[in-house]
């Protein structure tokens, strides 16, 4: 059996165009971006105004339990960081590797007020704005992703 010119003519452009497809749908399988489940970076923003200076505390490590003097859950923490800071102030950190955050802000004067605004965003989303007058108060965000 004989081939016909005008069958391999047709078979071309087709082949070629299955091949273009394979190409472009596994372009599109790489390049696409993948939908993230958490957060890579926390920010916290303290802003506002304080006659004293405040503490942040900044932690990775920490948990929920009972706090039997309370009554109700509590959370302890096991590591974190505590600095004094100045008002404005900015901090990035990490989320990795456990992927959980905590911010406390916390006027520790019983004699002045601070009138305080922390926001804090988990990658660019703003998850967390709240603003208040401290006096031996805190404002506190804890997140986890499970």
Known sequence: MRSSPRSGRRALPLAATALMMTFFTACD????????TRAEEATVEVTGESPVPLRLVASKVWSIGFDEEVGNQAIRLT??????I???????????????ILFRVTNPSEEHEANVRMRVFLDDDLVYDQQATLKNASLQFSHLYQ
């Open 29 to 36: 399988l790489l390049s696409e971006p993948k939908e993230r």
């Open 86 to 100: 100045e008002l404005p102030y900015e901090r990035t950190v990490p989320l990795a590797p456990t992927y959980r």
């Open 79 to 84: 590591e974190a960081d505590s600095t004094e």
